[in-house]
């Protein structure tokens, strides 16, 4: 494993396999969501200058088109092959992290205002799947994992209890 520096004092992970290649690409740099990106520029078909920008996770797996590449552990600087794997939109939805905007502390739950109970629910394919109704935030967040693995598979990004 080697590192490829970054912008902002980052660096990625990547293979020894693939450091060479990656390096002399030229300067990375971390894009506004963390992934390390690089921009290359070209002429457009109306003569201007134009820039085309590449993932460095794609850039390693080489991705077919209507495919996505996922972080397997979520640690998007993780670039080495161990790590990422290929996959549908909707496979790597099911492994997105818990909201940022929620004021909950596990994924999948949420707090009823009227009871005071919490509640449990997982969306597969679309719908929304009310899973129970709890006394406590940890029985809910373990009922969830529970749903998760069940529904997601490898894909489950589950509440670390």
């Known amino acids: 494993m080697k590192e490829i520096p970054l912008t902002q004092g980052k660096v990625a992970l990547v293979d020894d396999e693939d450091y060479e ?3 002399a690409m030229g300067k ?3 894009d506004k969501d963390g992934y390390a990106i690089k921009g290359i520029r070209f ?3 109306s003569g201007k200058s134009c820039v085309k920008i590449i993932r460095m996770h794609r850039e390693i797996l080489n991705f077919p088109e ?3 590449v996922d972080h397997i552990d ?3 600087l993780n670039n080495k092959k161990s790590n990422l794997r290929l996959c549908t939109n909707r496979e790597n939805s099911m492994n997105q992290s818990k909201s940022k905007r ?3 502390k596990f994924k999948g739950i949420s707090i009823d205002k009227r009871t005071n109970r919490v509640y449990a629910q997982i969306c597969v394919n679309g719908k929304r799947i009310h899973i129970g109704t709890f006394s406590d935030d940890i029985e809910a967040a373990r009922a969830y994992n529970k749903a998760a693995a069940h529904y997601f598979g490898e894909f489950a990004k589950l509440n670390q209890i």
């Open 21 to 23: 290649r990656l390096a």
């Open 28 to 30: 990375w740099c971390v």
């Open 43 to 45: 002429r457009c078909t």
């Open 66 to 68: 209507g495919l996505q």
């Open 74 to 76: 979520g640690n998007v």
């Open 102 to 104: 929620s004021k909950n």
